[in-house]
Antibody
């Protein structure tokens, strides 16, 4: 069973850039949808976007202008960049694999990112 | 975006009870519907996908049904470890969206 692990700063200042990495323990990273999902404290889940292979990405329109997800197969990692963060971006950020037939079958434990000055 | 609405938002039940959680999509999603269980401080875990397919390793007391816009998750006999929060999620079209969750509490 593949294992995922998020890493990155736990505190980001408003208007700055949030950057997280997800390390994938084993298996090929090609032909798979690698996702970021977030959950504000005490609230529900929001899909941020995915990267598929190295050149295909799709984002939630609510964040599209600020987000980039990229894949580095040589390091078995994929990354999230979110620009111009605000307090509402404070959340537990999860990386997850999306597999046919169409469900998130593996998740990282999550990493809390707080946006505050 | 496809809006997913779960009901109820919370329910109280006892060990051994049969409970049914409902999820409604704002437009038809076929059977592109998954159910997740999330315990406090943990990542969600998939229980059901394809609306009715039980994920390997998930107890058979969990079952799912529905297609189109209306879906249900049934727990046939609640166990102590089942008192937590459940989310539905559609993967018919992006942006993939989740319901707001149903919290199952001990009566």
């Amino acid at each position: 069973q593949v294992q995922l692990q998020e890493s990155g700063p736990g505190l980001v200042r408003p208007s700055e850039t949030l950057s997280l990495t997800c390390s994938v323990s084993e298996g090929s990273m090609t032909n798979t949808y690698w996702n970021w999902i977030r959950q504000p404290p005490g609230k529900g889940l929001e899909w941020i976007g995915y990267v598929y292979d190295t050149e295909s990405a799709k984002y939630n329109p609510s964040l599209k202008s600020r987000v980039t997800i990229s894949l580095d197969t040589s390091r078995s990692q994929f990354s999230l960049i979110l620009h111009s963060v605000i307090a509402a971006d404070t959340a537990l950020y999860y990386c997850a694999r999306f597999e046919p037939p169409y469900h998130f079958d593996s998740w990282g434990p999550g990493t809390l990112v707080t946006v505050s000055s | 975006d496809i809006r997913m609405t779960q009901s109820p938002s919370s329910l109280s039940a006892s060990v051994g009870d049969r409970v049914t959680l409902t999820c409604r999509a704002s437009q038809s999603i076929g059977t592109f519907l998954s159910w997740y269980q999330q315990k406090p401080g943990k990542a969600p875990k998939v229980l059901i996908y394809g609306a009715s397919i039980l994920k390997s390793g998930v107890p058979s007391r969990f079952s799912g049904s529905g297609s189109g816009t209306d879906f249900t998750l049934t727990i046939s006999s609640l166990q102590p470890e089942d008192f937590t929060t459940y989310y539905c999620q559609q993967s018919s079209r992006t942006p993939w969206t989740f319901g707001q969750g149903t919290k199952v509490e001990i009566k």
